[in-house]
């Protein structure tokens, strides 16, 4: 639940944010009447990533076998890279969004384009949205429960799409810097699983050989199956009997992605201001 719930979280409130970024533009530029475009594109990115959700689901359903362990291997590696690119992207591109997101509706509202409003504002949802599903299409291959983890998803969607709304008006104040920094870090732990995991599946085909097929073995300790164990796979990946490569990918990922993360930066990480408010 916890996982599915910061996925959603994490990517709604970033839409949310950039969306709320273009509003407080158009409106102090007295551009109120861009609204509803910006409007439009963002439905339609929401109703283009439900059907794209929909359509892997349904193509992962058609599978069985090997090629059902491959494709879901192959999905866990695709949503750890994406997951960790735009983490990192994040942390890089929030110095300058504001300004360039500003640049962008400047240009859209010189040209008298309706179009390029629309398409701003649908690029921007859509690239969260596919995001969003894969991770959780992944996620779900380890979740603890489906019921739990739907839960959290929705919880999460709802709570970013309430707390952006109130970041805009003025009404909540948040220090986002902390939070994609907290968020960031729990995200890097739960990429690394989703990597253990995707070498797990390609195990299972003989894809790639596991070379030590259980490295360690702490059932006895915490087993998969309790609740705790449940709970630690679905967020952080727990194995209780990894393989050696399992293992490694995991511990390198995870050393590899916490020292450039934490790496000095050269300038503030800050998305600037909306409507007076640090976000």
Do not use: C
Not at 4 to 30: K, N, Q, V
């Amino acid at each position: 639940m916890l996982g599915s719930l910061l996925i959603t979280l994490r990517e709604g409130l970033e839409a949310a944010l950039i969306i709320g970024i273009i509003l407080a533009y158009l409106d102090r530029t007295g551009n109120r009447k861009g609204f509803k475009h910006v409007w439009v594109g963002t439905t339609l990115a929401v109703a283009l990533s439900i059907a794209a959700g929909a359509a892997i689901y349904l193509i992962a359903g058609e599978m069985s076998g090997a090629a059902e362990e491959i494709f879901e291997g192959l999905a866990m590696f695709l949503a750890a890279g994406i997951l960790t690119w735009m983490i990192f992207w994040m942390r890089k591109q929030a110095v300058n969004i504001k300004a360039h997101l500003h640049a962008q509706v400047q240009s859209a509202l010189t040209s008298g384009s309706s179009l390029a409003l629309v398409l701003l504002a649908f690029f921007i949802v859509i690239r969260e949205g596919i995001e969003t599903v894969l991770f959780l299409f992944a996620a779900t291959r380890v979740a603890e429960s489906p019921a739990l983890f739907t839960a959290g998803g929705l919880l999460g969607l709802v709570m970013a799409v309430l707390l952006g709304w109130s970041i805009y008006k003025g009404s909540a104040h948040l220090n986002l810097r902390a939070f994609f920094n907290v968020t960031s870090i729990v995200l890097i732990v739960f990429a690394a699983g989703l990597l253990a995991h995707g070498m797990h599946e390609l195990h299972e085909t003989n894809v790639i050989p596991p070379i030590i097929e259980h490295l360690w073995d702490i059932n006895h300790i915490v087993p998969e199956q309790s609740v705790l164990g449940r709970f630690l796979t679905a967020l952080t990946g727990y194995n209780a009997n990894p393989s050696l490569l399992e293992a490694v990918v995991y511990g390198v990922y995870l050393v590899a992605a916490f020292l450039l993360y934490f790496r000095p930066a050269g300038k503030r990480v800050t998305l600037g201001t909306t409507k007076g408010v640090t976000v």
